[in-house]
């Protein structure tokens, strides 16, 4: 990895605020304590350092999905969920889960909460 490389790229991921949607292909970027969420077309939606982050599971969506507060305003981001041309049989979402515990990982492991 070179040094402009960032550590973290969670790619494919749909990322809304409440009900309204932000980004069907969307981006997560964990890189120098900092996460960032931009939109399909690569631009910012919002960033702020990972240790001040509030990352939960999302209950019902038996936890593919993540609920993020970054700069006092809440997220749902689904890891993988806007992969183009992937068909997922129902039941077969594993890639989409271990993509949201991975992501609460990194937040966890960045100091901020995680849940």
Do not use: C
Request: hydrophobic share 40%; proline share 5%.
């Amino acid at each position: 990895m070179s040094t402009t490389d960032p550590e973290y790229v969670f790619e494919q991921v749909q990322i809304g605020k409440g009900l309204r949607p932000l980004a069907q292909h969307g981006f997560i970027v964990v890189d120098r304590g900092t996460l960032t969420l931009l939109d399909s077309e690569r631009q910012p939606i919002d960033s702020g350092p990972v240790s001040q982050v509030v990352a939960k599971k999302i209950r019902f969506t038996g936890g593919k999905s993540v609920s993020l507060t970054v700069n006092g305003t809440k997220y749902n981001a689904a890891p993988g969920w806007g992969a183009r041309g992937v068909f997922v049989l129902p039941g077969d979402s594993a890639h989409v889960k271990s993509a949201a515990e991975a992501l609460l990982h990194l937040v966890a492991a960045g100091g901020g909460q995680s849940g």
